[in-house]
């Protein structure tokens, strides 16, 4: 796993200090968290060596509000080695993996709910979707923290999903000087350098830059990866009450595309986990991203805040593919097609939110909106019994006369979408807590099939809403309860080239949160209805079709605990029930969503005063069984368990080292899949070194 670096290189772990269960803003003696902290504040897992900034993470409201979520914090990412999205979301319950479209994306599902094949779930980076349309695999070497909010409340800037949102929070400057740099090399020849520095460039103006590169000749055959990422921010803060900041990130990401491996005979792991059926001499995938954003906070007296912001992100996706189609009745014989990707994407948006207090209420107004120009366009030849362009699953043999693609998709998407909220947060009593919120969301949608000329049009202006309570019982447990709607656009056409119709949803959670000296637990039961979402179409998977409904309901177990002054510990658990009302598919499972999953991951630090000693991390992830299609084929992707462990050694505050492995007892499972021909398969062990140094 050759990213597996990424958050080796954030190596705070060798310095944190308070436990993984720390529910303030900033490391604090644990003398000081009582009630009155975990009260007004999201679970933080690790340690917050910043205070948030309002700008870019989720607000009071929802930190109040939703007991389920959580803060995954950076020193606790790099322990964890969470080299890719997929891997910190494991520290949290409820999420699991899903198709990530040929290597070039990131995808998973919350609460049982996907996001689009093609699109992957959407995520947020500072509050802002960062994914509309289409966006490469995350390099977390950018991020301070990620925020899993979960439920109804947990809402960001006004959006609302009753399953939950991921929202990615950047690094941004600071007015002490600091700097590192992280060197990696690991298994299948992956390198990989971090550099990272920040400081004041006078007394109101910061600034920090933040650099990625990797190369790696990947566990697959033929599946190299190259990606870099530079991240330039500034902070201007003229007052105590004002602070605006620029942050910017240019990505390159260049990859085969690669749909993994079909199952044989029922079996998703039959075949060798590195064997590609792809051509080599198809190339890589390039993708290319930027994005620029200026968010501002204002300070407008009386504890009225004024948080704005606008971002603009463009993006690029070219690159030929073989994918395979179908396996053959001699089970060894791949037929396939190849496919010309050029998709494009420019997404403008901006926000500005008025939150303050008047009397027990909290209120929050809010406007946003967002323009959206997306192209997907690819070009497609299939196989047919006179031109297979076949290959052998058992013996594989490349540089055959490729077809030539013709055009299969032109789609030209337009969106002009823009939101009203207002919310208020109501302190009933001392501990008793309401919650109420109305969003309206007009919108024009305009899709033109350019194959056919034909333009659809969709306008609307949905209103939705949540409400919600929490009862502090104690200064130790609180139970909470919330309710909410939810609505989002679809893009791409159906197998007949019309347009689809928005998602729709409505949930509810209840649960019991429970806080004290270094110990977090919370248990929460959902259940949730959706329609319209979309999945692989049953009749052809080369196209997308919309669920008629889909329902889940389950159980969450998150905890983190100090064990003694050296040990901490997280621990989740989710039992998901994610079922399907549509008789179009043959089965009624849900693609890629387990009944059961859980994660155990320990953290020991054995530093002394100056910050010198030994620290060591592992634990194990645990997925179900999970359906691997939703044809007729019936493919079940069986249950794993796979492994991770770490040391590092400090040799001061200034250096450190570390040596970690992924999947330590070289699991063989498939993580992920599409169809029964497009089965992801897990990467091997993967061993990785580090070496930090701060100046």
């Known amino acids: 796993m050759r990213a597996s670096i990424l958050f080796a290189a954030t190596t705070s772990l060798a310095i944190a200090g308070p436990a993984l269960g720390n529910d303030r803003h900033v490391p604090t003696d644990d003398a000081k968290v009582g009630a009155e902290g975990w009260d007004s504040e999201i679970v933080v897992l690790g340690t917050r060596e910043t205070p948030a900034d309002p700008t870019l993470s989720s607000g009071k409201t929802t930190e109040r509000m939703s007991q389920s979520s959580r803060s995954i914090e950076r020193d606790l990412l790099a322990a964890a080695g969470a080299y890719r999205l997929a891997d910190a979301l494991e520290l949290v319950s409820g999420v699991s993996n899903q198709n990530n479209r040929g290597g070039i994306m990131d995808n998973f599902a919350i609460r049982g709910f996907l996001g689009t094949p093609d699109g992957g779930a959407e995520y947020y980076v500072d509050g802002f979707l960062a994914n509309r349309g289409m966006a490469p695999p995350r390099d977390p070497a950018t991020a301070e923290r990620i925020e899993l909010l979960k439920g109804p409340s947990g ?32 298994s299948f020849d992956t390198k990989r350098v971090e550099l990272d520095a920040t400081g004041p460039l006078s007394s109101t103006l910061a600034a920090r830059i933040v650099f990625a590169a990797e190369d790696s000749d990947g566990w697959r055959d033929f599946v190299t990866l190259r990606r870099r990422v530079v991240a330039p921010s500034l902070t201007w803060a003229p007052s105590d009450g004002a602070r605006v900041t620029y942050i910017g ?12 491996v079909p199952a044989i005979a029922g079996d998703a792991n039959a075949v060798p986990r590195n064997l590609f059926y792809g051509e080599p001499g198809d190339g890589v995938t390039r993708f290319r991203n930027q994005r620029h954003q200026l968010t501002g906070v204002f300070g407008l007296g009386d504890g009225w805040t004024l948080n704005t912001g606008i971002a603009y992100r ?27 990707r050029d998709y494009s994407v420019d997404d ?3 926000r500005a939110e008025l939150s303050g207090s008047v009397g027990a209420h909290q ?4 406007v946003k909106g967002y323009y959206l120009d997306y192209h997907d366009k690819y070009l497609r030849r299939s196989p047919n019994a006179s031109a297979p362009y076949a290959i052998d699953v058992y013996a594989p043999v490349y540089g055959g006369t490729a077809p030539t693609p013709v055009p299969f998709v032109d789609n030209r998407e337009k969106r002009w979408a823009g939101t009203v909220y207002v919310q208020d ?4 009593t001392g501990r008793l807590t309401l919650l109420g919120g109305l969003r309206i969301d007009p919108y024009r949608q305009r899709l033109r099939n350019n194959l056919t000329g034909v333009t659809g049009r969709n306008v609307d202006a949905p209103v939705n809403g949540r409400v919600g309570a929490r009862y502090r019982v104690s200064d130790v447990l609180a139970l909470h309860a919330n309710w909410g709607e939810s609505f989002l656009l679809n893009s791409g056409t159906d197998r007949n080239g019309d347009g689809f119709a928005p998602e729709r949803g409505h949930g509810y959670e209840i649960g019991a949160s429970a806080a004290w000296r270094g110990v977090n637990l919370a248990a929460t039961w959902f259940d949730i209805t959706k329609q319209g979402i979309l999945t692989n179409d049953p009749t052809d998977p080369g196209y997308l079709a919309p669920v008629g409904k889909l329902t889940s309901h389950g159980i969450e177990f998150d905890a983190s605990a100090n064990l003694d002054r050296h040990w901490q510990v997280v621990a989740n658990y989710a039992w998901t029930h994610a079922r399907t009302d549509d008789a179009t598919f043959a089965t009624d499972r849900v693609l ?3 009944t059961h999953s859980g994660t155990l991951f320990l953290v020991g630090r054995y530093l002394d005063a100056d910050g010198r000693g030994p620290s060591l991390s592992g634990g194990v992830t645990y997925v179900g069984d999970r359906a691997g299609a939703i044809d007729t084929s019936g493919l079940v992707l069986p249950a794993y368990a796979k492994a991770k462990a770490a040391a590092e050694y400090a040799f001061s505050p200034r250096v450190s080292v570390r040596l970690e492995a992924d999947n330590l007892f070289d699991a063989h499972y498939a993580q992920s899949s599409y169809s029964p021909v497009w089965v992801f398969p897990g990467a091997p062990r993967t061993v990785r070194a580090s070496l930090k140094i701060r100046v």
């Not at 209120?363 to 809010?366: D, K, L």
């Open 363 to 366: 209120i929050a107004i809010g």
């Open 348 to 350: 403008l948006s901006a």
């Open 155 to 186: 809402a960001l800037f006004g959006d609302i999903d009753p399953g939950g949102r991921v929202n990615l929070v950047s690094k941004t400057p600071r007015f002490e000087r600091a700097a590192s740099a992280t060197f990696t090399y690991g």
């Open 314 to 340: 463009t993006g690029t996706l070219q690159g030929y593919s073989s994918d395979h189609t179908s396996l053959r009745a001699d089970g060894r014989t791949l037929w396939r097609q190849r496919r010309l």
């Open 425 to 428: 947060m109501w302190d009933v």
């Open 249 to 260: 990130e240019i990505t390159q990401f260049d990859a085969p595309f690669d749909r993994g």
């Open 592 to 594: 890629d969503v387990p």
